[in-house]
């Protein structure tokens, strides 16, 4: 725990004042889960624990297992260690974008890089630091997250907000979770998430064993779900490309804008598009958006399909495709691109 410490010191002394009680609460409550964090082996003889819980720690051990085989790589001592919760999410995200502008805020920290929102243990803090910058003219948006990796800062435990997964749902989870600790690309996080979605989904089916049937039923569901997204990431250009036009002076005209935007354009343009293409559930219609909300859904949403595309045209295996993207980022970091790894990959 000495060495924990340090590093949120460290951090605190070279981030500036602003961050300061952010990035001393986050260590504090970083701290408390792997303190309190019991190992696997005692909770699973201890008879006061629910079975239930028992059953999914003991798949997490087995899905650890066939990831770092997979890979043939040394198992990290990520979810040794397991903890239960006093609230259903471990954390909430808040992210942030101009009134007149469908753009992240950027939270950025030595060694760690950059983010497109911030994470708080706390949902009285998200709520607080959310009302913050509202006041400053942003425009915000807190989601709960029941899963998140320290990238390898720390050795993660599993969280009791992992059980509410279906064993398959779990599985995407954990090998998605897992992926960010052999790969990640530092201020790419829209890239590092759609690269670890979409290898946790291969593995998925691999882990599985799909028969064709099956393979070809789920392979309609995302090709119908990619389908609905690539919709609103058009809705959403279009939108930008008004605020941009119009140059809106304050969040109140922008306010108006995006409200004539949603009950004029992106609603009745969803509807008819799912009703054309004849797709019974047409999420997306019934959210409450806004700028910030629209940012969140870019951020795991907008590249995967350009990492389908690329696999695809490689014409590779999984495990030769992941060799193929290390490769480039090897050679990316040695190279003189300033543009970041993600054009560097799709452009060569």
Known sequence: MVSITKLVILLVFISGCAKIDYLWDQGRGQVKM?????KNELLLKDVTVDPAQKEKIKLIIEYKKYFYEYWQREPSEIYNKTYILDQK?????VTASPFNKIEARQECFPF??????????SEKKAKDFALSLEKEDWVTYIRPVYAYSSLGYF??????????????QLAELIFHELFHTIFFAKNEVNFNEN????????MTVEYFNDDQKTQELMKQKLATRKKVNRKIVSLVQKLNERYKKENPKDKEMAQGMIERFLEKEFRPSLLDYCKKEKISKCYGSDRAWNNASFVAFLTYEEQESKISELHNRLNLGLKDFFKYIEKK???????????GFESYLFDQ
């Not at 890089?113 to 708080?120: A, E, I, N």
């Not at 690269?195 to 291969?202: H, I, S, T």
């Open 155 to 168: 050795s993660d435990p599993i969280l009791s907000s992992f059980f509410y997964y279906s064993d398959r």
């Open 89 to 93: 999410a471990v954390t909430y995200l």
């Open 112 to 121: 760690m890089g950059c983010f497109p929102y911030l994470g708080f243990f």
């Open 34 to 38: 792997l303190t309190k964090a019991k």
């Open 329 to 339: 980022y090897n050679d990316y970091r040695e190279s003189s691109e300033e543009l």
């Open 195 to 202: 690269l670890a979605n979409y290898f946790a989904k291969k």
